[in-house]
T-cell receptor, first 116, second 113 residues
Framework: KQEVTQIPAALSVPEGENLVLNCSFTDSAIYNLQWFRQDPGKGLTSLLLIQSSQREQTSGRLNASLDKSSGRSTLYIAASQPGDSATYLCAVRRENSGGSNYKLTFGKGTLLTVNP | SAVISQKPSRDICQRGTSLTIQCQVDSQVTMMFWYRQQPGQSLTLIATANQGSEATYESGFVIDKFPISRPNLTFSTLTVSNMSPEDSSIYLC??????????FGPGTRLTVL
């Protein structure tokens, strides 16, 4: 059974700081890994998707890396801003096994607070 | 990308009643998913809803408790039946596109008294 762990559970940083969020998963047979952002009381916003064959993806100030063999991913946020304050969720999708399998297994998330 | 809307956005219900949550997508999709996020917990997949067939439920979830409809390629409903306080959660609808990215609706925050 796939288990996804995110460390730290909460993080508070001053504005402008670079930071790293960590995600680990127990079963390396994944199809892809996706990072989401969730604002309080809201749904999820997709940030980055990394396919299992990729090592990293970048979007603006965000960079996500994937080390499939070791079961780890990191989300790097550069020059953090108060607007980045949210919960960041990591989710993995397992490999297709002869058919469509879109189930995502989520971590519990990292609550990020960026202080002005 | 996909734009997903859900109704209602939130509700407070009495124990023993049922609530039907609607999910509308702005494009046709084959597969729609329903997730639950209990307070302080991660998201858990309830079921996968395919148009024209019975929904596929994950372990721990049953059709009698969470009946799902999928009448067409842009719409689905999830009913939470015979509710108890333990059903208080955020319920989210999701779709997967050919890009492999999954998109989520804004969620329905349910409180059961």
């Amino acid at each position: 059974k796939q288990e996804v762990t995110q460390i730290p559970a909460a993080l508070s940083v001053p504005e402008g700081e670079n930071l790293v969020l960590n995600c680990s998963f127990t079963d390396s047979a994944i199809y892809n890994l996706q990072w989401f952002r969730q604002d309080p009381g809201k749904g999820l916003t997709s940030l980055l998707l990394i396919q299992s064959s990729q090592r990293e993806q970048t979007s603006g100030r965000l960079n996500a890396s994937l080390d499939k063999s070791s079961g780890r991913s990191t989300l790097y946020i550069a020059a953090s801003q108060p607007g980045d304050s949210a919960t960041y969720l990591c989710a993995v999708r397992r490999e297709n096994s002869g058919g469509s399998n879109y189930k995502l297994t989520f971590g519990k998330g990292t609550l990020l607070t960026v202080n002005p | 990308s996909a734009v997903i809307s859900q109704k209602p956005s939130r509700d407070i219900c009495q124990r023993g009643t049922s609530l039907t949550i609607q999910c509308q997508v702005d494009s046709q999709v084959t597969m729609m998913f329903w997730y639950r996020q209990q307070p302080g917990q991660s998201l858990t997949l309830i079921a996968t809803a395919n148009q024209g067939s019975e929904a596929t439920y994950e372990s721990g979830f049953v059709i009698d408790k969470f009946p799902i409809s999928r009448p067409n390629l842009t719409f689905s409903t999830l009913t939470v039946s015979n509710m108890s306080p333990e059903d208080s959660s955020i319920y989210l609808c999701s779709v997967g596109l050919l890009t492999d990215t999954q998109y989520f609706g804004p969620g329905t925050r349910l409180t059961v008294l």
